[in-house]
């Protein structure tokens, strides 16, 4: 459901591409906003809500936790290989994908050692060659730092 909501919701905004500085935006889907992906695991993702304070005394254990954003991160990049999504720019992949850090196809063979050695990596689609999904690792301290006009997160709950 959390893919499908990423895919299909409305939930980026794009300026008009009019020239103007009137600022005016439109919700559009990430697909068309030729953008980039960081997903950022973290604790909360086996946490609930009580009260308006997260609680973690029901987390899951640190491999159940691995897996379920293995899984995630799995099912988020086959979503964008769909050839039915369309790319901002038809670039076509690059001769030798890995030497580009980008993957023309998904591999099934090669999903293990991405998912599981890298902390980022190009997302497989052939419409979107240059389209980076990248992601940090479950159960790892990590932070964030980053300057943006806004908003800085979006939040969604499933």
Not at 128 to 147: C, E, K, M, V
Request: glycine share 8%; proline share 7%.
């Amino acid at each position: 459901k959390a893919v499908k909501e990423l895919r299909t919701g409305k939930i980026f905004r794009e300026t008009a591409g009019d020239g103007t500085s009137s600022g005016a935006s439109k919700p559009v889907t990430l697909f068309s906003t030729g953008c980039d992906l960081l997903v950022i695991p973290q604790a909360s993702i086996a946490g609930k809500l009580k009260s308006k304070t997260l609680q973690h005394h029901q987390q899951v254990d640190k491999t159940t936790g691995s897996e379920m954003w293995q899984l995630f991160l799995s099912s988020l990049a086959s979503s964008f290989s769909d050839k039915s999504v369309p790319s901002p720019t038809e670039v076509p992949p690059p001769e030798d994908p890995k030497k580009e850090a980008t993957i023309g196809v998904w591999d099934e063979k090669e999903k293990d050692k991405l998912l599981g050695s890298l902390n980022g990596f190009a997302l497989p689609a052939q419409n979107n060659p240059d389209r980076i999904l990248a992601f940090g690792t479950y159960g790892n301290r990590q932070g964030l730092d980053f300057s943006s006009s806004g908003p800085f997160t979006l939040v969604f709950e499933w």
